[in-house]
Nanobody
Framework: QVQLAESGGGLVQAGGSLRLSCAAS????????MGWYRRAPGKQREVVAT???????GYADSVKGRFTISRDGAKSAVYLQMSSLKPEDTAVYYCNFRTRYNDYWGQGTQVTVSS
């Protein structure tokens, strides 16, 4: 059974940086896309960044120029480098792997940015 595990969250001051990692355990094939999503308190989950199997990336307007998504296909892992963090980036961050037949989600990692 495939499971995704995020790591790298924590507490950081505004302007700081964090790097989130997400790795899959178990066999997972034909990943079409990987992504990071977040849910802030009292808000709906929103997409932060995505990367396709071909390497094309997309970002929410609110994080463009500050966050960078990358992947390691051999390790079935995806990363999110977050810089110039703002208090409004505070949220639980979830990774997502999407295959042709399945959608996998991690349990989430808390990111808290203090002002």
């Amino acid at each position: 059974q495939v499971q995704l595990a995020e790591s790298g969250g924590g507490l950081v001051q505004a302007g700081g940086s964090l790097r989130l990692s997400c790795a899959a355990s178990g066999s997972i094939f034909s990943i079409n896309a990987m992504g990071w999503y977040r849910r802030a308190p009292g808000k709906q989950r929103e997409v932060v960044a995505t990367i396709t199997a071909g390497g094309s990336t997309g970002y929410a307007d609110s994080v463009k120029g500050r966050f960078t998504i990358s992947r390691d296909g051999a390790k079935s892992a995806v990363y999110l480098q977050m810089s110039s963090l703002k208090p409004e980036d505070t949220a639980v961050y979830y990774c997502n792997f999407r295959t042709r037949y399945n959608d996998y989600w991690g349990q989430g990692t808390q990111v808290t940015v203090s002002s």
